[in-house]
């Protein structure tokens, strides 16, 4: 999602230097559309698994609900700012990451069940709700805009960084369970 807002940015930048330059905009907006679009199916084959073996296995909903989080407040980014094809593409993307935690949420067992539901309802409504609520009545609209702004971003790096450092863990997991072992 953050690829998609600096296609846009760099789009009306452009726009802003030369209006010879809308030939170039629109292409980088929709190209912005596509890769978002993209990022959203790209779990596809993972809920495909998950509905084919009618089990989660070891598959984690955090990912997912971080990344409904992160698409819910882009779209009211896009919503406040106002961006039309921004609020349609994530728009899309969230509606796509409901489907995929109600398909996780059919096919976990009863304890996983219960843990996403409430981080769900914490992370997904609690921090949405408080977002909007905190902006719209205690902010005028440009102030709105900077601090939704400023929180997507955050939550796009958080949602982005956070498997790397899962990547960056790892290996030394492994190397003390190995250790442990001998």
């Known amino acids: 999602m953050e690829i998609t807002v600096i296609v846009g940015v760099l789009g009306k930048w452009i726009l802003q230097q030369n209006p010879i330059f809308i030939t170039l905009h ?6 912005r559309n596509i890769v978002a679009a993209l990022l959203f199916l790209s779990p596809l084959s993972t809920f495909w698994r998950i509905i084919k073996n009618r089990s989660t296995e070891a598959f984690e909903s955090i990912p997912y609900i971080v990344l409904l989080l992160n698409a819910t407040l882009w ?6 700012k106002p961006d ?3 609020v349609t593409i994530i728009g899309f993307g969230s ?3 409901v ?3 109600s ?6 067992p009863s304890k996983i069940k219960i843990r996403t539901a409430v981080l769900v309802a ?11 609520l905190g902006t719209r009545l205690t902010m005028r ?7 939704i702004s400023l929180l997507c971003h955050c939550v796009t790096v958080f949602s982005f960084a956070s498997p790397l450092v899962a990547i960056a863990i790892f290996p030394t997991y492994k190397h003390i369970k190995k250790n442990h072992s001998l």
């Open 95 to 97: 509606l796509l990451m």
């Open 122 to 132: 914490v992370v997904n409504v609690g921090v949405l709700v408080a977002a909007i």
């Open 84 to 86: 039309v094809l921004l």
């Open 99 to 101: 489907v995929y935690l």
């Open 75 to 80: 779209t009211y980014y896009g919503s406040i």
């Open 141 to 147: 609209k440009r102030a709105q805009v900077n601090t």
């Open 103 to 108: 398909i996780f949420l059919t096919f976990a």
């Open 26 to 31: 629109l292409p980088l907006l929709f190209s």
